[in-house]
């Protein structure tokens, strides 16, 4: 299985970026990066995803490194409900339709 | 309709029992996933649906439980004989194609979840 590492936690101060490390050195060539979020007591939403360029769109930013052995999610500037969850996800190769979450980044925002 | 839908959203039962849990997905999806999350824990997949087949199911913990879905719509999770470690969140999401990562643009859209309390 493709799989991802990142830290257990990380904090940040309001209105400060935020940059969210993975490293999935073992990822496939044409494996998309997705990243998800889980607030609490939700069920994990969709935030980005990225191939080879790096990506923007309103909520975030990813940064893919040239060899796609790692990635980061890049928050502009951290609010009070980004505190969350964060999850960088790889394809299963055993099964096409499988989808492995790791155990996630946990984000602490603070005011 | 606009999201998927879970229910019930809590549900408390005694050892034994047996429960079903069900999920509404995004109308017009045709993959449809589970996925089990105990407390302080990450998602542990449980099985997928393209259409109404399940090709893999080893990702059910047991063989108490099931799954089916009918109509390429409603999915319903069957776990018999309910024992304590069952307890957990019991998330189900849904994408307009699976969601291999082949295809960027197939992202999940998960309900709130069933949170079940076995005593």
């Known amino acids: 299985d493709a799989k991802t590492t990142q830290p257990n936690s990380m904090e940040s101060n309001e209105e400060e970026p935020v940059h969210l490390p993975c490293n999935h050195s073992?990822?496939?060539?044409?494996?998309?990066i997705h990243w998800y979020r889980q607030l609490p007591s939700q069920g994990p939403e969709y935030v980005i995803h990225?191939?080879?360029s790096n990506v923007n769109n309103r909520m975030a930013s990813l940064a893919i490194a040239e060899d796609r052995k790692s990635s980061t999610l890049i928050l502009h500037r951290a609010t009070l409900r980004d505190a969350a969850v964060y999850y960088c996800i790889l394809r299963d190769e055993g099964s096409q339709g499988n989808l492995i979450f790791g155990k996630g980044t946990k984000l602490s925002v603070k005011p | 309709g606009a999201g998927v839908s879970q229910s019930p959203s809590n549900k408390v039962t005694e050892k034994g029992k047996d429960v079903e849990l069900r999920c509404d997905p995004i109308s017009g999806h045709t993959a449809l996933y589970w996925y089990r999350q105990r407390l302080g824990q990450g998602l542990e997949f449980l099985i997928y649906f393209q259409g109404n087949s399940a090709p893999d199911k080893s990702g059910l913990p047991s063989d108490r439980f099931s799954a089916e879905r009918t109509g390429e719509s409603v999915s319903t999770l069957t776990i018999q004989r309910t024992q304590q470690e069952d307890s957990a969140v019991y998330l189900c999401a849904s994408s307009l194609f699976l969601a291999t990562m082949y295809s960027g643009a197939n992202v999940l859209t998960f309900g709130a979840g069933s949170r079940l309390t076995v005593l």
């Open positions: 073992t990822i496939s060539g044409t494996d998309y």
């Open positions: 990225g191939l080879t």
